[in-house]
T-cell receptor
Framework: DTGVSQDPRHKITKRGQNVTFRCDPISEHNRLYWYRQTLGQGPEFLTYFQNEAQLEKSRLLSDRFSAERPKGSFSTLEIQRTEQGDSAMYLC???????????FGPGTRLTVL | LAKTTQPISMDSYEGQEVNITCSHNNIATNDYITWYQQFPSQGPRFIIQGYKTKVTNEVASLFIPADRKSSTLSLPRVSLSDTAVYYCLASPGGDDKIIFGKGTRLHILP
């Protein structure tokens, strides 16, 4: 296993379009997290899953954002009607349920024009 | 989750030992101190975690005094490749999410 992977690495879209990102966690990890990071700031927590259950959502996750992990493996994060303020790096991480260490992917950089 | 405070930036030279201090005055009894490293255009990477006294691994050492209101990440003999942002976190062990601050931008000079 080569770690957490994310696809695409970069996405440029026009305001108002929908985008979807994919995250593939480390195979034996049952927890999966999404974070958003803007320039000069640390990552901000968005949501996390334990297996296929979404257990917590940040208030940052407006109704335009939705995340799924249908089979408890990969996850998708969709942003509908994108806004320029959505431009950021979207990071995915995974961990064991009993572990303290989260393993991060390389991120998807979103630019909304 | 306990708030942490760390310097915004630090400079050092290759071969030096670098110590980054983090304060967490309102740390809770069940909080652990964790440090992550982040390079540009990459996700954060776990460095080290501790609860009290001293923890050492192949990358760094973490010193936590008895009152646990602060901690110090020590990087021995840094190289240019240690230039990164370092985040200090105080959160319950096995916590579900991580609250990052702005971190410390460490710049290693030749």
């Amino acid at each position: 296993d080569t770690g957490v992977s994310q696809d695409p690495r970069h996405k440029i879209t026009k305001r108002g379009q929908n985008v979807t990102f994919r995250c593939d966690p480390i195979s034996e990890h049952n927890r999966l997290y999404w974070y958003r990071q803007t320039l000069g700031q640390g990552p901000e927590f968005l949501t996390y899953f334990q297996n296929e259950a979404q257990l917590e959502k940040s208030r940052l996750l407006s109704d335009r954002f939705s995340a799924e992990r249908p089979k408890g493996s990969f996850s998708t994060l969709e942003i509908q009607r994108t806004e320029q303020g959505d431009s950021a790096m979207y990071l995915c991480a995974s961990s064991l349920a009993t572990g303290n260490e989260q393993f991060f992917g390389p991120g998807t950089r979103l630019t909304v024009l | 989750l306990a708030k942490t405070t760390q310097p915004i930036s630090m400079d050092s030279y290759e071969g030096q030992e670098v110590n980054i201090t983090c304060s967490h005055n309102n740390i809770a009894t069940n909080d652990y101190i964790t440090w992550y490293q982040q390079f540009p255009s990459q996700g954060p990477r776990f460095i080290i975690q501790g609860y009290k006294t001293k923890v050492t691994n192949e990358v760094a050492s973490l010193f936590i005094p008895a009152d646990r209101k602060s901690s110090t990440l020590s990087l021995p003999r840094v190289s240019l490749s240690d230039t990164a942002v370092y985040y200090c976190l105080a959160s319950p062990g096995g916590d579900d999410k991580i609250i990052f601050g702005k971190g410390t931008r460490l710049h290693i000079l030749p």
